[in-house]
């Protein structure tokens, strides 16, 4: 069955949620051990710098997977 754009793109938002989230706990976390020393703030406009990046990555890659399958097919 061939994946939807829309699909495709609710796949890589949803992954990139998820990723964000991630991202942001990993940062409060690791940080400190670098002595790097940022508040809330500072995590969350990092993380929102890399998020629109990585939106674009995803739904990139998934329709460049897609447009494979479908030619093999």
Known sequence: MKQTRTMSLIEA???V???YVLAIATQIVVFPW???ETGLAEHL???LAFLGVSL???YLLR???EA???RSS
Request: hydrophobic letters at 50%.
């Open 68 to 70: 494979f399958r479908v």
């Open 13 to 15: 938002v949803t992954n």
């Open 45 to 47: 406009t990092i993380g």
């Open 63 to 65: 329709r460049l997977f």
């Open 34 to 36: 670098f002595g790097i």
């Open 56 to 58: 674009a990555r995803g």
């Open 17 to 19: 949620v998820v990723g």
